[in-house]
């Protein structure tokens, strides 16, 4: 489904996605949809990072924005907007925190960043000057809350920095967006009828997201 999807571009469907009201002709804007030059968002906006570690899998680090509330367009109806992301294998926290930093201009005031909870890691980042919160990392609520929110989320095509061929060759998702295909409620078993969690898989961009939404 994920290559169907995603690589071959067909709008197909699935059984069991997490979230299957996920629409990338809605949720996905494309470079000519872009409301604003994402290497230039605009700087009153509000900003957020959210985070979720890894090595083998994907460390990943999203960039989210909306404008602000007191300009009126801040009620519970606005769009968030994930402009930017690491998405990577095979990065030490270190180098992960320097690509962080790169790509975090110095006028960017980040109202908050989530984080996983591994306490060696998140010292790692704050070392290197990216103070964390730890997430609310509750699955199953947090997923009804992104379930609400979906609707008004928006996830720039292009928000991936670098590829990660590594991921690619392997025929994972290599984005936030390509794990929006991947990510799966196990088949119902007679041990387990019903959705509990999804699959421990294809799940550091929708971990990540569910931190910033859920705490």
């Not at 494309?30 to 994402?38: E, I, L, W």
């Not at 591994?118 to 992104?146: C, F, M, W, Y």
Request: proline content about 8%.
């Amino acid at each position: 489904i994920y290559h169907e999807r995603y690589v071959e571009g067909r709008w197909v469907g699935a059984q069991g996605l997490v979230y299957p009201h996920f629409d990338p002709h809605i949720n996905v804007l494309r470079s000519y949809q872009y409301p604003f030059d994402p290497d230039n968002p605009p700087h009153d906006w509000e900003f957020f990072r959210a985070i979720d570690f890894g090595y083998t899998n994907p460390a990943v680090c999203q960039w989210w924005t909306r404008p602000p509330a007191e300009s009126g367009e801040g009620s519970k109806d606005h769009i968030w907007y994930m402009f930017r992301e690491i998405f990577h294998s095979q990065l030490t926290t270190e180098q992960f925190a320097q690509q962080i930093n790169q790509h975090t201009p110095e006028w960017m005031r980040i109202q908050t960043t989530f984080a996983d909870w591994d306490a060696g890691d998140r010292a790692t980042l704050e070392h290197a000057g990216i103070i964390t919160r730890r997430a609310n990392k509750a699955i199953s609520p947090g997923i009804q809350t992104v379930y609400g929110l979906l609707p008004n989320l928006r996830f720039f095509e292009g928000a991936t920095i670098s590829r990660d061929e590594v991921l690619a060759s392997h025929g994972s998702p290599t984005s936030t967006i390509g794990e929006f295909m991947a990510y799966v409620w196990p088949p119902p078993s007679k041990d387990h009828p019903d959705k509990e969690t999804p699959l421990d898989l294809n799940n550091n961009g929708m971990d990540a997201m569910r931190y910033l939404f859920h705490t």
